[in-house]
């Protein structure tokens, strides 16, 4: 990544979001759905050969995996949805998408803490949809033995947004952190990304047009 290119902080991320759906008549359910089939379709050029597994947690990051599951499975690609939650607790946009997901057949298994190993075992891709740039604090279980095996498996990993414990305004690890090969973060890249610290774990950055106007991620990267 180049140190000239436009990133959004925590805040102006949220910011982003929060002016789409306020003063352009966006829904966040709209963005979420942007999202993840830009980040389904990004995956898809990227190549897909074998299973996905993703990898979800309780927020938004999690909301966008079940959107990514949905319009894989629509092009045929084997997908199977593991959450470190339970969906259940889902809230919000991220319920609504679980929902959709469970409603047309799809299956969500729940992991145990000890669990995780044999979860991501087997898969071609992994997607980290397990935790998003609204992280501060040390990665607290489950999430650290979910990013540990993510780690330790041969599969390849595309990050939502920022890999899973990855601070997004400094770069710093947040006690763990998925090691990504690529990340998809949406509309720039996140303030973090440019540290030094953060460029052996995210891989190769594409960004993902989540339909905001121009005019408003003009006038926020400014």
């Known amino acids: 990544m180049s140190d000239s290119q436009p990133t959004l902080s925590r805040q102006q991320a949220r910011e982003i979001d929060q002016r789409a759906i306020r003063e352009h008549g966006m829904t966040g ?131 939502i947004d920022l890999p899973s414990g990855l601070d997004c305004d400094t770069g710093e690890i947040l006690g763990r952190c998925v090691c990504a090969d690529q990340t998809a973060t949406m509309v720039a890249a996140k303030t973090g990304m440019l540290a030094e610290c953060a460029v052996e774990w995210i891989g190769e950055v594409h960004v993902v047009d989540i339909g905001i106007p121009r005019s408003l991620r003009q006038e926020v990267l400014r």
Not at 32 to 49: D, F, P, S, V
Not at 60 to 80: E, M, P, Q
Not at 99 to 123: I, L, N, Y
Request: proline content about 4%; charged content about 20%.
């Open 29 to 159: 359910l709209v963005l979420m759905e942007n999202a993840g089939r830009g980040c389904a379709e990004l995956l898809e050029r990227l190549g897909i050969e074998g299973p996905v597994s993703i990898c979800t947690g309780k927020g938004n990051n999690g909301g966008d995996g079940y959107v990514i599951a949905r319009h894989l499975d629509n092009a045929g690609h084997l997908v199977r949805v593991v959450s470190a939650v339970d969906p259940s607790l889902l809230e919000g946009d991220a319920a609504v998408n679980y929902q959709a997901w469970k409603s047309g057949g799809g299956a969500v298994e729940m992991v145990p803490v000890d669990g995780w190993a044999t979860a991501v075992r087997g898969f071609e891709w992994i997607v980290d949809a397990l935790l998003g740039t609204g992280v501060v604090g040390a990665v607290r279980p489950p999430y650290d033995q979910a990013i540990d095996a993510i780690n330790r498996s041969s599969a390849r990993v595309l990050a």
